[in-house]
């Protein structure tokens, strides 16, 4: 399906937009991705798109996010864009990160 096409029905829904920069199938980014397919299927069950993108096979599209490490999680749509770096091993972290959980702040003793 075309970004474009993602695009326009994402935002007439409630759809997470979703792109996971990594770069080939080292264990950190197959672990990346088996994280976020679990949170999603937990959290956004029928909900996201997610788009793989592997910046060894596609070096120039790391630029249109400003990607600097990998893997990274873009969170195209619901705006607005947020990205987390990492294996997204820490569900907690990504769940804020995506704003599906609000931060838990220290509270002062």
Same mark, same amino acid.
């Given at each position: ?5 993602? !695009? ?52 120039? !599209? ?8 990998? %893997? ?7 705006? %607005? ?6 294996? !997204? ?5 990504? !769940? ?14």
């Amino acid at each position: 399906m075309e970004e474009t096409t993602l !695009l326009e029905r994402s935002q007439d829904t409630d759809t997470f937009l979703l792109r996971l920069y990594v770069a080939g199938q080292t264990p950190k980014c197959i672990r990346a991705f088996a994280n976020l397919k679990r949170i999603c299927e937990e959290h956004l069950a029928g909900r996201y798109h997610i788009e793989m993108v592997d910046l060894l096979e596609n070096p120039q !599209l790391a630029r249109g996010d400003q990607i600097l490490a990998v %893997p990274t999680l873009v969170r195209r749509l619901p705006e %607005p864009m947020k990205k987390i770096i990492g294996d !997204l091993s820490n569900t907690e972290r990504v !769940l804020v990160g995506l704003d599906l959980r609000p931060a838990l702040r220290r509270q002062a003793l």
